[in-house]
């Protein structure tokens, strides 16, 4: 018998084939994964701070952990970036960019060089390997002087990293209210407490005289 006829001609057919073609040449794109960093401010003792910069991919993890250690200390804005370097990804703290405000009166003081945390080190926040979130810390405090700036608006670049956001600033008041760190704490005064020693050899304190002396104390 003569061997069947080829099927007809479909609009159908002819489309999938193209469809299937232009998914080939379509370029594969790979997806880059968000970051978040949030800034904590440690009051340390009198316009004196620990501003620590935490960064995190697990957000319910690092909620659980600000809410055990950070729950009393004030936050700043989140900043969402991703890495540049998606294999060995880092971002680094510049402290060295120019400022728009002046500084006069505080100081800032880094705990390591490079500011720099890692992508690894984020990836590992909420293991076992890494229980707390990477941070990078930074000392600030201000000194009640003439001419000191009220306020510390401090700009920090940061590398390596593609984010909206260029740049954070460290905020920060000055108290001026007290001159020292130590007004509100008074030095106790050594005070001689009478006693009767009469009667049956015992030492006995006269409770009129031991209230004056604490009045005397506080």
């Not at 949030?38 to 620990?50: A, E, H, K, M, S």
């Not at 055990?68 to 900043?79: F, G, N, P, T």
């Not at 402290?95 to 490079?114: A, D, F, S, Y």
């Not at 890494?130 to 009640?144: A, H, R």
Request: contains cysteine; aromatic residues 8%.
């Amino acid at each position: 018998p003569p061997p069947p006829p080829p099927p007809p001609f479909s609009q159908e057919n002819e489309s999938s084939g193209d469809d299937d073609d232009s998914v080939k040449d379509k370029p594969q794109v790979k997806g880059t994964r968000s970051y978040t960093g949030q800034i904590y401010y440690v009051r340390t003792g009198f316009n004196r701070w620990l501003a620590k910069l935490m960064i995190i991919r697990d957000v319910n993890a690092f909620m659980k952990y600000v809410e055990a250690e950070h729950s009393k200390d004030e936050k700043d804005e989140m900043i969402r970036f991703q890495f540049i370097d998606p294999v060995n990804g880092y971002i680094e703290l510049d402290m060295n960019i120019p400022q728009e405000r002046p500084v006069k009166g505080w100081t800032l003081v880094p705990h390591k060089r490079p500011l720099r945390l890692t992508k690894k080190d984020a990836d590992l926040f909420g293991s076992q390997e890494l229980p707390i979130p990477p941070s990078c810390l930074i000392t600030v405090w201000g000194e009640i002087k003439d001419n000191a700036e009220k306020l510390l608006s401090y700009s920090v670049g940061l590398i390596g990293i593609d984010s909206d956001t260029k740049e954070i600033c460290i905020n920060r008041f000055l108290d001026t209210s007290s001159t020292t760190e130590t007004t509100s704490h008074k030095t106790p005064q050594s005070i001689h407490i009478p006693v009767n020693t009469s009667g049956n050899n015992l030492t006995q304190v006269d409770p009129h005289q031991l209230v004056e002396c604490i009045k005397l104390v506080f």
